[in-house]
T-cell receptor, first 113, second 114 residues
Framework: NAGVTQTPKFQVLKTGQSMTLQCAQD?????MYWYRQDPGMGLRLIYY???????DKGEVPNGYNVSRLNKREFSLRLESAAPSQTSVYFC????????????FGPGTRLTVL | AQSVTQLGSHVSVSEGALVLLRCNYS??????LFWYVQYPNQGLQLLLK??????LVKGINGFEAEFKKSETSFHLTKPSAHMSDAAEYFC????????????FGAGTRLFVKA
């Protein structure tokens, strides 16, 4: 039982490059989330998926797109990376969006030069 | 709008001393509240949660938190700090107003001195 897994763990991009961050969970959770973590700002929600087939914007969606590929997988895409997107990205899942704790992956550290 | 404030971005205590990490929230209805811990280079993991049952909530690793509605607070405490408690701690609030609206505080980094 791996919980929430994320790939890659580290990535360096040049401005304008694109990439996709992958996330998968094996807990049969309905809801999945993407956050970014920046020093002094806590976690900010980028996008979430309340259930398979739905996605919604969070607090900071600009510059990102997501795909809920199936119940297990939720990917985050940067179409044209910018230095402001340098951050640590966390994927999380929970049984539902209501009143549940979230289970977090180990994170992806992204640097955009 | 709901918000969560963690007082003090850094807290330093001596090993064996009391740990007190402060969290205040604003919400139109009594929310659900969470404390998460993040060890270096890891994701967050749940320490404890308040879901409108007992106001004093016990969590893992000897931590507990008390929900005080009159003070809109949910402070995290541990009677005796261990070196292994050094980590970043996040308070989070779910305002229970429909949809997904959980928000996280900015975090408090706990340092434990030998």
């Amino acid at each position: 039982n791996a919980g929430v897994t994320q790939t890659p763990k580290f990535q360096v991009l040049k401005t304008g490059q694109s990439m996709t961050l992958q996330c998968a969970q094996d807990m049969n959770h309905n809801s999945m989330y993407w956050y970014r973590q920046d020093p002094g700002m806590g976690l900010r929600l980028i996008y979430y998926s309340a259930s398979e087939g739905t996605t919604d914007k969070g607090e900071v969606p600009n510059g990102y797109n997501v795909s809920r590929l199936n119940k297990r997988e939720f990917s985050l895409r940067l179409e044209s990376a910018a230095p402001s997107q340098t951050s640590v990205y966390f994927c999380a899942s929970s049984p539902s969006t209501s009143y549940n704790e979230q289970f977090f992956g180990p994170g992806t550290r992204l640097t955009v030069l | 709008a709901q918000s969560v404030t963690q007082l003090g971005s850094h807290v330093s205590v001596s090993e064996g001393a009391l740990v007190l990490l402060r969290c205040n929230y604003s919400s139109s209805v009594p929310p659900y509240l969470f404390w998460y811990v993040q060890y270096p280079n890891q994701g967050l993991q749940l320490l404890l949660k308040y879901t409108s049952a007992a106001t004093l909530v016990k969590g893992i690793n000897g931590f507990e938190a008390e929900f005080k509605k009159s003070e809109t607070s949910f402070h995290l405490t541990k009677p005796s700090a261990h070196m292994s408690d050094a980590a970043e701690y996040f308070c989070a609030v779910d305002p229970r107003t429909g949809g997904f609206k959980t928000i996280f505080g900015a975090g408090t980094r706990l340092f434990v001195k030998a």
